[in-house]
């Protein structure tokens, strides 16, 4: 097990150096074709969770110059206010508007999810973007892990929630999930939260581990729902030098400083997810640098895992309909 742990980590962080830092980004770029990002979305609703900062606000921005109506979810009022008028006015879009929501907590997730329906709007894009990386162990006042709360729950909440709003814009709609390259370095596991005591928390494995469910759920949604024209996407955006990582990752981003990516070109595939014709994409794909990418690295014995779904799925059921 040491050694497997060992091969992840060493093939994620070459694999990394090579194509998630901003050269990685130069190089794909080459292949982008700019007209795929010329692309008009006006008269689609677009709901982006963490919208305020970093990937999430460049893609509630990219989205917003292009004519959508943005629905940026935030949870702190302040800061998601002062995020909003900023696009407003980069944009000259006056369709984009904020939403209140702490996403650590299931029962604001239905509280927001019952006001917002009542404007029945079709959702024709929801991006699951909001996530953290908390390198202490922190529980919720619903008591779940707070990594696992806001990375796992929230986003399967949320999804969930929307699923009517999203029906009503199939079969153009989609649901894209900001995961990450970290989840390479660890398979799927029904541990979810309880593995780890106070003393020996790992914020970085509990991130990774939350990351690579996202990926799953993707797969799992796209094979529940593929007839109702709903399609699900995960992607990785690189490296970017964000908030987040700044504040999370201060070492990382230290020794990166200057390779890492603009929050802008983090969010480019966000965006390239959300304008391209649905039938150019593969529903339950796993993305990076407008392509699709494995979901798994050689040799990472990763692979077999995915087949746990089915009962990681029914215990964030319980979760949701417990609340
Ligand atoms: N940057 C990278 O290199 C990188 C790499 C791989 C994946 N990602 C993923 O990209 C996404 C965006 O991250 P980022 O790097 O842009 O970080 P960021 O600047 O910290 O943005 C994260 C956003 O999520 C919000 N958020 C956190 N907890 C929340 C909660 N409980 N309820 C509602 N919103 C909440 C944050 O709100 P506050 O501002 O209020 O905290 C913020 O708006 C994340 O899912 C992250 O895992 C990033």
């Avoid at 940026?72 to 909003?84: D, F, T």
């Avoid at 490296?239 to 603009?262: C, D, I, M, Q, Y």
Wanted: glycine share 8%; aromatic share 10%; hydrophobic share 40%.
């Amino acid at each position: 097990m040491f050694l497997l742990k060992a091969w992840r980590a060493t093939a994620f962080g070459v694999y990394g150096y090579l194509n998630f830092t901003k050269n990685g980004f130069m190089e794909h770029s080459k292949k982008f074709r700019p007209e795929d990002m010329e692309i008009s979305i006006e008269g689609k609703n677009c709901m982006v969770t963490g919208a305020n900062s970093g990937i999430g606000y460049a893609t509630a921005e990219g989205l917003a110059s292009r004519g959508a109506t943005v629905y940026m979810v935030c949870r702190n009022k302040e800061k998601g206010e002062a995020a909003l008028s900023k696009i407003q006015s980069s944009t000259g879009n006056s369709n984009v508007h904020l939403e209140v929501c702490d996403l650590s907590s299931v029962s604001e997730i239905k509280s927001f999810a019952t006001r917002f329906s009542s404007k029945d709007v079709p959702v024709h894009v929801l991006i699951n973007n909001a996530g953290l990386l908390e390198q202490k162990r922190i529980i919720t006042s619903e008591g779940y892990e707070l990594n696992f709360a806001v990375n796992v729950l929230g986003t399967y909440a949320i999804t969930e929630s929307m699923l009517p709003l999203l029906e009503k814009a199939a079969p153009d709609a989609r649901v894209i999930t900001v995961s990450s390259g970290g989840m390479y370095t660890t398979p799927l596991t029904n541990d979810l939260q309880v593995e780890f005591s106070d003393e020996n928390f790992d914020g970085v494995e509990q991130y990774a581990r939350n990351k690579r469910v996202q990926v799953a759920l993707t797969e799992k949604w796209a094979e529940m729902y593929k007839n109702k024209g709903i399609g699900f996407f995960s992607m990785h955006p690189g490296w970017a030098g964000t908030p987040g990582v700044a504040n999370s990752l201060p070492s990382f981003e230290k020794k990166f400083s200057g390779k890492l990516r603009t929050s802008e070109e983090g969010a480019d595939t966000v965006i390239w997810l959300a304008l391209q014709p649905k039938e150019k994409l593969v529903s339950g794909a796993f993305y990076f640098d407008r392509a699709e990418a494995p979901k798994h690295l050689m040799f990472a014995g990763t692979r077999q895992s995915h087949t746990i779904i089915d009962s990681i799925m029914n215990t964030l059921h319980s979760m949701f309909t417990n609340v």
